[in-house]
């Protein structure tokens, strides 16, 4: 990029470096450029959260009241921020879901679909083994069961992409309402626990089966196994090869086909991975929460996944901390919906509120000659 | 037998009539909105505002023709927002439309909670099995009016974007951007009104659900139909009236499991629920293809490819 477009562009008097130049002002001209990624997703966090006030004294709500019960119902004790991070999980699972494929440029929605099938497929596999088999094998065989299904169908969405160039997008959130229906189905059919009357269920797996709380914490494994993987699949997207053929395949998809890059396996691959994460999230509703399958697996956790990983631009660092913000507004909905009087959905209209403005902010890239400052030498 | 399978194809008839309804209406809106080469992935929050809507105006005014109308405002004012957010530089449509998806539905419910309750005035329907002393085709056959306003508006897209300055002006920003600003038309703003006239249609369409069939508000009402429909687009190659033959089609599937359970089977309940997801899945496999563009598909629109 030749100087004068730096400087016609942005005003960046402080662009042009030194010759001199220290590994500490390079660090800090990276930290600039890249603090924009923060800055903007934090203003529209901002900008949500002042539009959502005025919504709140409109309707004559105190938001003043909203945030201290979002406080004290998500973050301000020692039992409800466990109870934020029990259910950041599969939040940040779900979150992952979206993000991998979001890295080859495929919108994929399904991560509701595949948590309830991969969740119910656990208790199904379940329901004989217990009994027959230890807790510990019978867990394992129920993880690597959810993964899977979860794996296979997503990966479907990812197929019909490739092979016949369907839409990802609404394929895989049809996948997620063809998903749910067939959980019902057998739910309230076959696999029906006819010893439980008021809510189809399948079999309870039973205490003894359940999946374990964190030594120290009440937190199940499921949120240490979320942030493991988020660890494990940002080093995979960013230090190997897979990683970069993925980048390239998202970045320009004609110039990876010409490179002789396997782009078909490559899509099908974030796909399954993506519906792994979501089945391994539904592994633990069911096993470590819930003790059984049914409906409601299908509590909207997926949804809120997509939210988290937009937020989070994607990346599956970032996942972590915006699943346990927004783990901690799920978890504070039922104090604010019974001291505030507000309905359920309240959370829902701040999501949705969240989402729109975040988007919105995506036009502010590029815009500011402040994150600029370091461009010049990053692209040389 | 012969008596059982007659009674499902009555059923399935009058179901399929009944179910398309809702189809028709945001597929042609949404036809409308992608004409202008946009596509508005928020179709199904526009369908159950809409429904929300159009049920508390009913209950307020007694009217459910009113109902019928701010139905069609709100769902005009889902369709501006996205149509105004669009228009940013870097914004993404798909992404917009699942985050006005989520909004509509958490709005809806918000200001629905109240609603679930009370029984609003509902649209009345036309007899047209009046001739008939068979209780099971009198139902069938009781057709609301909004089905043939939906085929009116599906006429009149289709003759306008033939025969009009208006239907030209629409086509040719989808067709080409760089075409249309050549021509001194403003494509920002004719994609704009398209998304509000789409979520007009999406709107109406979401106050069938709520005012004639199921005829009831609550928050599973929509589960997916304007979701469907926005696929249903694409099947019916961007033409208002094919939407309206696919939309019965959709109907028809829709309507397969309460047809089955009015003759006693209820086995498979669940899969036939389930049955319109798949069909537009298979729909959508059968009309994509890897290498082309799908026929006759307006030259901006991002989403297939």
């Known amino acids: ?380 | 037998m012969s008596g059982a399978v007659a009674i499902v194809l009555v059923a399935m008839l009058g179901g399929a009539i009944r179910v398309s309804t809702p189809f028709m209406f945001v597929a042609l809106g949404e036809c409308l909105t992608e004409k202008s080469g946009r596509v508005n992935l928020g179709q199904e929050g526009t369908l159950v505002l809409g429904a929300m809507v159009g049920y508390a105006i009913s209950y307020h005014t007694g009217s459910p023709w009113v109902g019928v109308f701010a139905a069609g405002l709100a769902g005009s004012a889902l369709g501006a927002m996205h149509g105004a957010i669009c228009r940013l530089p870097r914004v993404n449509d798909v992404a917009v439309g699942i985050a006005m998806m989520l909004f509509g539905t958490g709005v809806a419910f918000f200001f629905g909670k109240p609603y679930i309750q009370p029984t609003a005035p509902r649209l009345g329907s036309i007899p047209f099995g009046a001739f008939s002393d068979n209780a099971n085709l009198r139902s069938a056959l009781d057709v609301n009016p909004l089905f043939f306003v939906g085929i009116v508006i599906a006429l009149a897209m289709a003759w306008a974007f033939r025969n009009t300055r208006w239907g030209l002006t629409v086509r040719t920003v989808g067709d080409s951007a760089a075409a249309a600003r050549a021509m001194g038309i403003s494509v920002d703003l004719v994609r704009f009104l398209a998304t509000a006239g789409g979520g007009f249609l999406a709107g109406i369409g979401g106050a069938f659900l709520s005012l004639s069939y199921p005829g009831s508000w609550n928050q599973g009402l929509s589960s997916g139909q304007g979701l469907m429909a926005v696929a249903l687009v694409i099947f019916a190659r961007w033409s208002p009236l094919r939407c309206v033959l696919a939309a019965l089609l959709f109907g028809g599937a829709g309507a397969i499991g309460p047809a089955l359970q009015s003759v006693g089977v209820t086995q498979g309940y669940y899969f036939f629920n389930a049955a319109p997801y798949i069909l537009t899945l298979v729909i959508m496999i059968a009309t994509s293809s890897a290498t082309r563009s799908a026929r006759d598909m307006p030259g901006e629109l991002s989403m297939v490819k």
Request: net charge positive.
């Open chain 1, 1 to 380: 990029m030749p100087e004068g477009a730096t400087a016609a562009d942005g005003m960046s008097a402080s662009a042009s470096p030194p010759a001199g130049e220290t590994a500490m002002g390079e660090f800090a001209r990276r930290l600039r450029t890249n603090s924009e990624y923060f800055a903007i997703p934090l203003f529209a966090l901002i900008v949500a959260a002042m539009l959502f006030s005025l919504f709140l004294l409109t309707i004559g709500k105190s938001p003043v009241d909203f945030v201290s019960y979002v406080w004290r119902g998500g973050f301000g004790s020692a039992f409800s921020f466990q109870n934020t991070l029990q259910r950041s999980a599969p939040l940040i699972l779900s979150a992952l879901a979206v993000a991998i494929p979001a890295r080859i440029g495929l919108i994929m929605i399904g991560g509701e679909g595949a948590l309830v099938l991969g969740g119910f497929a656990a208790a199904a596999v379940a329901t004989p083994l217990v009994g027959a088999l230890p807790p510990l094998p019978t867990l394992a065989i129920m993880f690597v069961v959810a993964a899977l299904v979860g794996a296979v169908w997503v990966g479907i969405a990812g197929y019909l992409r490739y092979a016949r160039g369907v839409n990802e997008t609404i394929a895989s959130l049809l996948l997620t309402y063809i998903g749910v229906a067939i959980m019902n189905f057998f739910v309230e059919g076959a696999l029906r626990d006819i010893t439980n009357p008021n809510k189809p269920s399948t079999k309870p797996i039973g205490e003894a089966y359940m999946v374990g709380k964190i030594p120290g914490t009440e937190v199940h494994w499921g949120f240490a196994v979320g942030i493991a993987l988020a660890v494990v699949l940002h080093l995979l997207m960013t230090r190997t090869t897979f990683g970069f053929a993925a980048r390239i395949t998202g970045g320009n998809f004609r110039a990876a086909l010409a490179q002789g890059l396997p782009v078909g396996k490559i899509i099908v691959a974030c796909a399954m991975i993506a519906g792994a994460c979501a089945g391994i999230a539904g592994f633990y509703e069911v096993a470590a929460i819930q003790g059984r399958a049914n409906a409601s697996l299908a509590a909207g956790y997926g949804f809120t996944g997509i939210l988290v990983s937009f937020l989070a631009r994607h990346n599956p660092l970032a996942i972590v901390p915006v699943a346990i913000l927004f783990g901690g507004l799920v978890a504070s909905g039922g104090l604010i919906q019974r001291r505030m009087e507000m309905p359920d959905a309240t959370v829902l209209v701040l999501q949705g509120l969240i989402f729109i403005v975040l988007l919105v902010s995506d036009t502010l890239y590029g815009r500011f000659a402040f994150f600029r400052a370091g461009e010049q030498k990053e692209r040389t």
